[in-house]
């Protein structure tokens, strides 16, 4: 009985009550009635309702603004208004109120029961793709990045992890897959950060002018300097200094960083004070740091005191069944995308994205949906614009025939994403469900409901606990 949806009917007429409770009590829900306001609240305290079908008038008393009252305090209760035969203006005022329908009397009782499980159809859909959304949110993302790559989930671990510490972090990666949003995820997921993200390109500046931007100076350290500066190293005491293009530093200037490393301290251009400094360093590079060291074009002591963690970023072509996790993002967070209420892409865009080699990683990727959503038309892009020259020679598995919206999607990934992790562990529910991080009893739930069996990954016998 727990199972089925409660009503609540609110009408002072007594031969109204009755026949809706009797109808209702034929159908597989629970009724409750009320004949005022009053109890009407009472009764709404007490239980969790679904939907609530009221009377414009209620002894006297406004139903209008008691629906305004239900939306207010219960939002999750729907309200269905029942006025009186020609009462448009009501109805329409109801519905502003939030009532998400109304009926007229006198009325049919199979009209009752159509626009009551109309209302909680449309609940039940709400509160699935709300569901939906924080599947998507705990289980591929982590911040702002988004994946249900094996590699890059390992990754999320790493950087959950690494959020909780205060190590010095290496981040490595071809350009354009998410370095610095990674770095970002380190900070702003950690106990810094209430504090500064200081990020600089050091490729971006000249030697000298990277020192006086690292270090700042006094005033009268050079010419031009009438002021003092802080520099991003003092900037970032108590937060983040990220190091972008960090093998781009000459090796004078990775010595002095290697001291401001070991000592957090610093001293400014033209000054002999020494400033302490309490900061987390997060470096990254599209290089092989290793191969610089053996050439003698990197600091063999500046290298491990940046390499403390290392991290490293799959390309995009490693990657390729996040294309659509990801397109789904940009649709979501594009405001043009929004505007024009563009949800879905054409098999023929989706297998051309999936299809591109990305030598520009998510950055390409970005810019090749911004283009396709300033010239789609519809609620669907069609097809996207992408270079023929760089198609992949690779089979990517089954077809990606996806009609985004996002549920349909999501119960396809949700399989296999259950299916490579049995793969993994051999069927093992115990280390199955640590990895997911849900308790094995729901595991159990949804290997079910997908159709899979632990048994069949399993490998003489092994799989580990909890079998």
């Known amino acids: ?28 829900y629970q009724v409750n009635c009320a004949e005022s306001v009053n109890e009407a609240l009472d009764h709404l305290s007490e239980h969790e309702f679904a939907l609530a079908l009221v009377d414009v008038r209620i002894g006297g008393k406004d139903g209008i603004e008691l629906t305004q009252r239900i939306r207010d305090r219960w939002p999750e209760v729907d309200v269905i208004m029942i006025t009186g035969h020609g009462s448009i203006e009501n109805a329409v005022e109801a519905m502003k109120r939030g ?25 039940r859909m709400q509160e699935e793709i709300e569901y939906l959304r924080q599947q998507l949110q705990d289980r591929y993302s982590f911040a702002n990045m988004v994946s249900r790559n094996a590699e890059m ?10 959020a909780r510490n205060d190590v010095t972090v290496l981040i490595t990666g071809e350009s354009g897959t998410g370095k610095e949003l990674a770095s970002r995820a380190i900070h702003f997921q950690g ?17 000298n002018l990277l020192e006086s931007e690292l270090f700042g100076y006094e005033r009268g350290a050079f010419t031009g300097a009438v002021t003092d500066r802080v520099g991003k190293i003092e900037h970032a005491d108590g937060g983040t200094l990220f190091l972008d293009e960090v093998e781009t530093i000459s090796a004078p200037m990775q010595a002095k960083l290697l001291r401001v490393l070991e000592e957090r301290a610093i001293e400014r251009l033209g000054g002999n004070q020494k400033i302490d400094v309490d900061m987390r360093v997060v470096a990254a590079t599209n290089e092989n740091l290793e191969k610089l060291v053996e050439e003698g074009r990197m600091r063999e002591d500046f290298y491990y005191r940046i390499n403390v963690v290392p991290v490293h970023l799959p390309p995009l072509r490693e990657r390729v069944e996040d294309i659509p996790l990801l397109v789904s993002e940009f649709l ?32 390409e990727l970005s810019n090749v949906m911004e283009r396709a959503i300033l010239r789609a038309k519809g609620d669907t892009i069609r097809e996207v614009d992408v270079p023929t020259g760089k198609m992949a020679e690779r089979n990517a598995g089954p077809k990606l025939s ?66």
């Open 99 to 123: 009532a998400v329908d109304y009926i007229t009397k006198p009325f049919q009782s199979e009209e009752i029961l159509i626009a009551t499980q109309k209302a909680l159809d449309r609940r």
């Open 402 to 467: 996806y009609d985004l919206p996002l549920r349909e999607y999501l119960k396809g990934a949700e399989r296999d994403y259950l299916s490579r992790l049995l793969t993994k562990h051999q069927g093992g529910i115990a280390p199955c469900a640590k990895q997911a991080s849900v308790d094995q009893a729901t595991l159990h739930r949804k290997i079910k409901a997908h159709g899979l069996k632990a048994n069949d990954y399993r490998q003489n016998g092994k799989g580990g606990e909890g079998r």
């Open 1 to 28: 009985m727990g199972s089925e949806p409660r009503l609540l009917v609110v009408d002072d007429d007594a031969l109204i009550r009755d026949e809706l409770e009797g109808l209702f009590a034929s159908q597989p």
């Open 332 to 363: 979501r967070n594009n405001p043009l995308a929004r505007e024009k209420a563009l949800n879905r892409l054409s098999e023929k865009a989706v297998n051309q994205l999936t299809a591109y080699e990305w030598p520009g990683n998510i950055r």
């Open 153 to 162: 989930l390992e990754v999320f671990s790493t950087l959950e992890m690494l």
């Open 191 to 207: 106990k810094r950060k209430s504090g500064r993200f200081v990020a600089i390109n050091c490729a971006a500046l000249p030697e």
